[in-house]
């Protein structure tokens, strides 16, 4: 079982920064991928980025490539998101999610299905 605790959501202003925080109980940590998924007022949750289990191998969605970082510190058990150059389009929840993915990357590791655990969410607004 693993617990997921994310923190450091907030409102920021177009073009400003965010660094949300994925916090992990458990011993396996880095047995898993870890990813971040976000989901906008009426739309999916989607996959924006992924971190394979000692973060050697990114993932990220076109829509964030460049603009934002995801990394991991296995030894504190957390996974990061630093978010730049923030845009309106960018207002979302975004969740932590915990996967026991056998092949990274992979198509498989964008899909929600393939994570076993999930946090509460943490909302990240941006303002024009």
């Known amino acids: 079982q693993v617990q997921l605790v994310e923190s450091g959501g907030g409102l920021v202003q177009a073009g400003g920064s965010l660094r949300l925080s994925c916090a992990a109980s458990g011993r396996t940590f880095s047995s898993y991928v870890m990813g971040w998924v976000r989901q906008a007022p009426g739309k999916e949750r989607g996959c924006v980025v992924a971190?394979?289990?000692?973060?050697?191998?990114?993932y990220y969605a076109d829509s964030v490539k460049g603009r934002f970082t995801i990394s991991r510190d296995n030894a504190k058990n957390t996974v990061y998101l630093q978010m730049k150059s923030l845009k309106p389009e960018d207002t979302a929840v975004y969740y932590c999610a915990a996967g026991r993915i056998s092949s990274f990357p992979s198509s498989s590791a964008t899909r929600l299905r393939a994570y076993d655990y999930w946090g509460q969410g943490t909302q990240v607004t941006v303002s024009s």
């Open positions: 971190i394979s289990w000692i973060g050697g191998r990114t």
